[in-house]
């Protein structure tokens, strides 16, 4: 018993070194892990691997985190060393990985900054804040390097609200940040930003300001009236310039949060329309040249922010106007219509307007009507269709990943319109803890290993592993992939200049591989 003892506690000091993860299981088909102000797992920075030896991270609903392994490439291929004659090995589960033939350069990966983020992260206590920013931000955390944030209220607010609330201020003489942003905003970007000095920023407005509507509403069928249309690019440099006096530097802003969303009946999001032609109209003539005068004119500007859906036809109408056409640099993508429509669109918009680079600005659990309850601490489901989505993404033509809300409550909130959804942290504020679900690991796989100006390069998937690769500035290979099947599978990938690298995947797991 006195050697048990002793082993355990050995055994418990290695694992805390180790920053592995602290389980815990709820009622769903894995685990969470779990942080609280001394402990939290991480990934420490680590050697690069030598030559002919690749390394490799390994998440998995039975409960692996992020646990490293490492292995010898081999130079062909011998049945008779597969282990395990139960494990299912066919030629359908190789990868051939082709470095030479290059795709599209990777942004990065992130979170939005929503109130509601701010609102649940200050429940913590400093020192468990700091180590939930770190998770996110620092480099033995996820790395993000992207972020997003709303400019004024959005559903994830305690409330509807815009920087100037008074009738008819077409001067913006009112405009003023409220203690949303700098209470809830501002403190936790400027310390992402201290943690990631690459941190990049996109912004977005959900609503102008009623009065600068047709109907006077935050939400429902409107359009910005043309009295406005000066007055609301005002707007967007009067935040520029109150988030620049704070010393946050917007790198991009886009059009307007899923302007699409004022055509549905009863939906009660705040939101503002546009018909293609007049957004088209107004880029050319009112937010680009009142962009491009500025001092804020390496601030660039996104179209769309809505769903892949509207892709081709509602772009059309606004790149038919050349000086739009100028102004505009890149496209923003949701997430929420993907289980219906082809990734197929995304390769026709980038062949059709390869200078416009696609990024994917918000995706979510949760959101869909038959989501209940609509946070499932520990659901792999969930961290699947994470992983599932930044594959296909990124294998069609996106730059890069921006998760939205960084972390809410249990029930999913705070949102004034009872809008709730999951998220990749949990805040459990009565332990002064907070939890990391599957999908926090899955973008991890991503953000902390594939660096802003990677290039994808060809990767071939089979049926059941799904897989993407890169190539870094600095000349590594990463590969992600995720078996996809019930099954263990020992499979080869094979790369043409270093040889093969044979390894086993366990069922439903996510596997970063690197090499020189």
């Known amino acids: ?21 602290i389980p815990r299981k709820f009622n769903y088909d894995s685990i969470v892990c779990v942080c609280n102000s001394t402990y939290c797992d991480s990934v420490p920075n680590i050697e690069e691997p030598k030559e002919k030896y690749f390394h490799v ?30 494990v299912v090995f066919s030629l359908q589960d190789t990868i051939t990985v082709y470095r030479d033939k290059k795709y599209q350069k990777i942004w990065g990966f992130g979170g939005a900054f929503t109130d509601s983020v701010g609102i649940n992260i200050k429940t913590l206590s400093e020192p468990t804040q700091e180590m939930l920013l770190q998770s996110y931000f620092s480099q033995s955390g996820s790395q993000y390097n992207l972020g997003r944030v709303p400019i004024g209220g959005s559903d994830f607010s305690i409330k509807a609200y815009t920087y100037d609330e008074v009738e008819n201020d077409e001067n913006l003489e009112h405009f003023e940040l409220t203690e949303e942003d700098i209470d809830h905003k501002i403190p936790f970007i400027k310390r992402a930003k201290e943690l990631s000095p690459e941190l990049k920023l996109t912004a977005a407005v959900w609503s102008p300001p009623i009065w600068m509507k047709s109907n006077n509403k935050y939400y429902g069928p409107s359009i910005l ?52 032609f007049n957004l088209g109209d107004w880029i050319a003539n009112n937010l680009g040249p009142t962009l491009a005068r500025s001092e804020y004119n ?33 496209i923003a993508v949701h997430w929420y219509t993907d289980d219906f429509v082809s990734p197929s669109l995304l390769d026709i918009t980038h062949d059709k307007y390869p200078d416009k680079f696609l990024l994917l600005t918000e995706a979510c659990v949760g959101s869909k009507p038959n989501d209940y309850p609509k946070v499932k601490l ?80 060809e990767s071939m998937e089979t049926n059941d592993i799904k897989s993407i690769a890169f190539e870094t500035p600095s000349k590594m290979i990463v590969v992600v992939l995720y078996n996809m099947s019930s099954k263990s599978k020992n499979i080869t990938i094979i790369d043409s200049k270093n040889g093969n690298i044979k390894m086993k995947v366990s069922s439903y797991s996510i596997h970063t591989i690197l090499y020189k």
């Not at 998995?60 to 139960?86: A, C, H, T, W």
């Not at 249990?410 to 999951?422: A, L, R």
């Open 1 to 21: 018993m006195i050697y048990k003892t002793i082993f355990f506690i050995v055994f418990f000091i290695y694992k805390g070194k180790a920053n592995d993860c």
């Open 57 to 86: 991270y390994s998440s998995s609903r039975d409960g692996l985190r992020m646990s490293f392994s490492e292995g010898k490439f081999v130079d062909g291929f011998d049945y008779n060393s597969i282990p395990n004659q139960d």
């Open 225 to 276: 009236l043309k009295r406005y249309y000066q007055t609301y690019a005002n707007y967007y440099i009067k935040f520029l310039q109150k988030y620049k006096s704070h010393g946050i530097d917007i790198w991009a802003i886009s059009t307007g949060n899923e302007p699409n969303d004022a055509w549905f009946p009863g939906a009660n999001i705040s939101c503002m329309g546009w018909i293609p």
């Open 298 to 330: 390496e601030t660039i500007i996104l179209v769309l922010d809505d769903q892949r859906f509207y892709l081709i036809e509602f772009l059309d109408f606004i790149l038919s106007n050349k000086k739009a056409y100028d102004y505009i640099h890149g």
């Open 378 to 457: 520990g659901s792999w489901e969930r961290g699947e269709d994470y992983i599932l989505n930044i594959i296909q993404n990124l294998r069609h033509s996106v730059t890069g990943w921006i998760d939205w809300n960084l972390a809410l409550s249990k029930m999913g909130g705070p949102n004034y319109i009872n809008n709730f959804v999951d998220s990749p942290i949990i805040i459990n504020p009565e332990t002064d803890e907070f939890f990391k679900q599957p999908m926090y690991y899955a973008i991890k796989h991503f953000s902390r290993f594939v660096e802003r100006n990677s290039v994808r390069i």
